[in-house]
């Protein structure tokens, strides 16, 4: 009994297991969104940005008038396969909107949900939209 139920709960171990397939896959040079906390694979490249935190958003919230659009700050990881991984900041507004790592350019479009007064908004709930392209 216990030779047949070995094999079950290794495949059930086996299934819910991280592995590269469970992460999501992006195409390079086309814009993705990606979620605070998460991973996503650039399928050329095999490059893995992680989206990490949101430790800035002076956004001018949507429902004031302000003289000063503000800044979103983002922190990324990124890395790529037996290569030094790279911790950065991107912003909407403010220099750098890009980082360059290992022959590709990685750079934030946009940050939302854009901010509202009568709105706070849970970290988790950020998500950035980025784009990968390689460097000339």
């Known amino acids: 009994m216990k030779i047949t139920t070995l094999p079950l709960l290794l495949f059930i171990f086996l299934s819910f297991a991280p592995d ?55 922190v990324i990881e990124v890395a790529r396969k037996n ?17 360059g790592y290992k022959g590709f ?7 939302n949900p854009y901010p509202k007064v009568s709105e706070p908004i849970n970290p988790k709930d950020y998500e950035a939209t980025m784009i990968v392209t390689k460097e000339e």
């Not at 397939?21 to 195409?27: C, H, I, K, L, T």
């Not at 912003?91 to 890009?98: G, V």
């Not at 350019?105 to 940050?111: E, G, R, S």
């Open 105 to 111: 350019k990685i750079k934030l479009v946009a940050l």
């Open 20 to 74: 590269s397939a469970s992460r999501d896959q992006v195409e390079l040079g086309q814009e993705f969104n990606i979620k605070n906390g998460q991973e996503v694979i650039v399928k050329e490249g095999k490059l893995h940005i992680t989206f990490r935190s949101v430790p800035m958003d002076s956004r001018c919230p949507s429902d004031v008038v302000c003289g000063w659009a503000g800044n979103g700050e983002v």
């Open 83 to 99: 290569k030094k991984q790279v911790v950065a900041t991107l912003n909407t507004l403010l220099e750098p909107k890009e980082i």
